[in-house]
């Protein structure tokens, strides 16, 4: 599995109709920076307002996946988001003039080819991965959906379907880093009960399908009033029923429709934003139960977040005491707060506050009830940031850094005398002499503050 972020090497583009709206569409996927993430911009609306592909923005799951934000809103998104992300696309930007992604054949197949054609190229950034410790678990009991997610080192999918359908029986579909994804998935086409059409017709949706771009599944005998109504309905006179399967449907696997749900499964799950390293078992999956589940998972790793990355132990030795940190910042007391650095490596820091009751800020903040101001928290961060960067570069003294903006900031807890901050700092994107990080402020292993800093370093005159 690779490890560093990916996009495509050069821009690739679609035409072709919305399954559920009819309108003709032009999509066209672009390169993106690292950590820009996938990224949906409406060029047909004032603005070209743009909605991040992650399960936060989903709106609606009813015959498709639809993500929103403000007045860009982009449907049926699963397919292309199946074949950019399965086949290492990390960073991209689909810009498209219409509410729906274009259906084409009714699989990910077309995207698969054009992507794999192009090529993706490797970025410096670090992919994210979120690694499951523990058995995660999303049931719907009453529809008979569940989907498991186990602890492994690699990503692997296995999905079962049973419609207590005749004409689908039992079917199985695996899928693994090692597989094929546009030879085994990707060709596999979207699929519909007969019995479905009518209530989807009188719900406005579905315009755009047809039977060359969907299986039809016909589980009982139809009656030649009922086959007139169908070709009224597609506007086809050629209309038949053989094997199950309007007009004779040849498939093209014996268990495409549960190959296709686990290619609508892998483009839900990209909307986690991050990759998985774990199995996955999923029984009747779809787009409500999936992207429900990416929400839960979500949630877990921003409560991981809450807790501290790095260890510390003030029997410890540090590897920087004030005097060592004085030598690269150029802060002093009382405004230096930092005073000793448990943890460094190319990324990140970690770095301890004690907060005393000698502090001078606390002669005015509160006489009665001394509290810590949570700009000097973030001055704290700051400053360990700082000894990270500097750290790196040659002759620090000649450098200083210098704050251009805090995104995110919460507190969560007061910061009281008798405190020990733990400040850690994992950089996420440096260059041009411009560094990120998000940072965050623990006491007694609690967030008690959380921000992405950004900075400039800049040589001293």
């Given amino acids: 599995m690779a490890t560093k972020q990916q996009t495509l090497a050069s821009a690739i583009s679609f035409t072709g109709k919305g399954l559920h709206t009819g309108l003709q569409v032009v999509m ?4 993106a920076e690292e950590n820009n993430g996938i990224v949906f911009r409406r060029v047909d ?50 810009e498209i003039n219409a509410p729906e992604t274009p259906i084409m054949d009714g699989s990910a197949r077309e995207y698969a080819q054009r992507i794999m054609e192009v090529g993706t190229v490797e970025q410096d950034a670090e992919r994210k991965y979120f690694e499951v410790t523990e058995k995660q678990v999303y049931t719907l009991t009453e529809k008979g959906i569940a989907i498991v997610i186990y602890p492994d080192d690699e990503f692997s999918v296995s999905v079962h379907v049973d419609y207590n359908s005749k004409v689908v029986g039992n079917q199985y579909a695996v899928y693994s880093n090692d597989d094929n994804y546009a030879e085994k998935i990707a060709m596999c086409r979207t699929f519909v009960f007969l019995h479905e059409l009518e209530p989807l017709m009188k719900m406005n949706l579905i315009k755009g399908g047809d039977l060359d771009n969907a299986i039809v599944v016909v589980e009982n005998p139809v ?26 449907q040849q498939l093209r696997a014996t268990n495409e429709l549960a190959r296709h749900k686990l290619l609508d499964l892998l483009g839900d799950f990209a909307l986690l934003g991050m990759r998985i390293k774990g199995r996955v078992w999923a029984t009747r999956p779809g787009h409500f139960a999936n992207t429900e589940f990416m929400k839960e998972i979500s949630r877990v790793i921003r409560r991981s977040g809450e807790k ?87 002759n620090p003294e ?22 020990t901050l733990q400040l850690e700092c994992h950089i996420v994107d440096m260059r041009r002499g411009i560094c990120t990080a998000e940072c965050k402020a623990f006491v007694g292993g609690q967030l008690a503050c959380e921000a992405t800093l950004t900075a400039q370093i800049a040589k001293k005159k």
């Fill in 45 to 94: 609306l004032e603005g070209a307002p743009e909605v991040p592909a992650l399960c936060e923005y989903v709106t609606d799951t009813s015959r498709g996946t639809t993500i929103e934000k403000g007045a860009a809103k982009v449907s049926t998104i699963e397919h292309i988001m199946s074949a950019l992300w399965t086949l290492g696309v990390d960073n991209a930007i689909v």
């Fill in 398 to 419: 000649e450098y200083s850094t210098y704050f251009l903006k805090a995104d995110g900031v919460k507190w969560k807890r007061k910061v009281v005398p008798g405190d």
């Fill in 308 to 394: 501290p990355t790095f260890k510390y132990s003030s029997k410890e030795q540090p590897l920087m005491d004030i005097n060592t940190i004085k030598s690269l910042l150029p802060h002093r007391p009382p405004f230096l707060l930092v005073d000793r650095v448990f943890h460094i490596d190319e990324s990140a820091i970690g770095g301890i506050k004690n907060v005393s009751m000698n502090e001078p800020f606390f002669v005015g903040h509160f006489p009665e009830e001394p509290v810590m101001p949570g700009v000097l928290i973030i001055e704290a961060l700051a400053q360990c940031c700082g000894i990270l960067v500097l750290s790196r570069v040659e």
């Fill in 28 to 31: 066209t996927v672009l390169p």
């Fill in 223 to 248: 009656s030649d009033e009922q086959l007139n109504h169908l070709k009224g309905i597609f506007g086809k006179d050629d209309i038949t029923i053989t094997g199950g399967y309007l007009n004779n």
